[in-house]
């Protein structure tokens, strides 16, 4: 079974809806992240939690929202989805260590 | 604007022999440099990591060099094999508090031919 799990794997939504895309882990880990994947611009930070509390603005944030429901729980919100939040989307935890830990990924289209 | 600047976009080595992809930073506070290897549908996966106060690390067939002055930082893949085909991405962050934000490279898609 997989650490850090993401769903939906695929989805494929229309502009101006509202979808979230849902995270949880095996690992044990107070902190959780969300990055997005672009081709050829590698990964970018959206938001991370350091603790169930804690919530905190990565390097593009606008158009998401977060919501840490549990130690183990982080979901990622597109309040009105646009086209060019078309991408890859991961989740992943850490400890205070500084390995990483990402899901599989989410394949986000915006039509 | 970038702050970590990775090249070159893809590469196409033969088994056994060396792939080299390289990133330069901008920002002098960074002081964790890590190098992620994610194969396809696949998340990313930490491969091997380095800190500035040292100017390489190597674990087995893997080597990162680290040029402090130059700002640049290199993997080294020695004796590369097919089952190294993947997308690489360098990363950095500053703060020891704050390793999981990463500021990513573009991505290295590297192809080992048998």
């Known amino acids: 079974d997989a650490d850090v799990t993401q769903t939906p794997r695929n989805r494929i939504t229309k502009t101006g809806k509202r979808i979230m895309l849902e995270c949880s882990q095996t690992k044990g880990h107070d902190r959780m992240y969300w990055y997005r994947q672009d081709p050829g611009l590698g990964l970018r930070l959206i938001y991370y939690s350091f603790d169930v509390k804690d919530i905190n603005k990565g390097e593009i944030s606008d158009g998401y929202s977060v919501s840490r429901q549990a130690q183990a729980k982080f979901s990622l919100s597109l309040e009105s989805a646009i086209p060019n939040q078309t991408a890859l989307y991961f989740c992943a935890t850490s400890d205070f260590g500084e390995k990483l830990f990402f899901g599989s990924g989410t394949q986000l289209s915006v039509l | 604007q970038q702050q970590v600047k990775q090249s070159p976009q893809s590469l196409i080595v033969q088994k056994g022999g060396i792939s080299i992809i390289n990133c330069a930073y901008e920002?002098?506070?960074?002081?964790?440099f890590p190098w992620y290897q994610q194969f396809p549908g696949k998340g990313p996966a930490l491969l091997i990591a380095i800190r500035p106060d040292v100017s390489e690390k190597k674990e087995g067939r893997f080597t990162i060099s680290f040029n402090k002055s130059a700002k640049q930082f290199s993997l080294h893949i020695m004796d590369s094999q097919p089952g190294d085909s993947a997308t690489y991405f360098c990363a950095a962050s500053r703060g020891s508090s704050n390793t999981g934000k990463l500021i990513f490279g573009q991505g290295t898609t590297l192809q080992v031919k048998p």
């Open positions: 920002n002098t506070a960074f002081d964790y």
